[in-house]
């Protein structure tokens, strides 16, 4: 039985792996895009090139991801992932392209990207309570 590749799932899954609304994403991708906008989007079979192109961007997720991805091999990551935390245990993905090591390393940059901030911000309170104080 051949796997059919729904891209707008995808494009939702990622999305959700990521934790972000779809509020976000129309408001990422431009003025004429809204939630009820992503919502329909995320109901495509296929997504045209141009527009994947662009999530792809926003998202920071390869395009092959969203056209690659099929049902099985989502359903294997998803259970690996909280299986054992072993993210690409036993899963028959294509092998020149691993998109879940792609987005554990960008969600892994992104906190540290976080933490770095919060720290500075917290450097620069300190500063200012400082200042007030004296």
């Given at each position: 039985m051949e796997q059919?590749?729904?891209q707008g799932r995808n494009v939702k899954r990622f999305r959700e792996m990521l934790n972000i609304k779809q509020e976000a994403l129309a408001y990422d991708l431009g003025e004429d895009w809204n939630q009820k906008k992503i919502s329909m989007l995320e109901q495509k079979d296929v997504i045209e090139d141009s527009l994947l192109k662009q999530i792809s961007a926003v998202l920071k997720i390869p395009v092959e991801a969203f056209q690659n991805f099929d049902e099985e091999q989502a359903i294997n990551i998803i259970a690996n992932t909280f299986d054992n935390g072993s993210i690409l245990n036993g899963i028959n993905h294509n092998p020149t392209f691993h998109p879940i090591e792609k987005l554990v390393q960008l969600h892994e940059e992104k906190i540290a990207l976080y933490e770095r901030m919060?720290?500075?911000k917290d450097e620069m309170m300190?500063?200012?309570?400082k200042l007030i104080g004296k």
């Amino acid at each position: 039985m051949e796997q059919k590749i729904h891209q707008g799932r995808n494009v939702k899954r990622f999305r959700e792996m990521l934790n972000i609304k779809q509020e976000a994403l129309a408001y990422d991708l431009g003025e004429d895009w809204n939630q009820k906008k992503i919502s329909m989007l995320e109901q495509k079979d296929v997504i045209e090139d141009s527009l994947l192109k662009q999530i792809s961007a926003v998202l920071k997720i390869p395009v092959e991801a969203f056209q690659n991805f099929d049902e099985e091999q989502a359903i294997n990551i998803i259970a690996n992932t909280f299986d054992n935390g072993s993210i690409l245990n036993g899963i028959n993905h294509n092998p020149t392209f691993h998109p879940i090591e792609k987005l554990v390393q960008l969600h892994e940059e992104k906190i540290a990207l976080y933490e770095r901030m919060l720290k500075e911000k917290d450097e620069m309170m300190a500063r200012l309570e400082k200042l007030i104080g004296k």
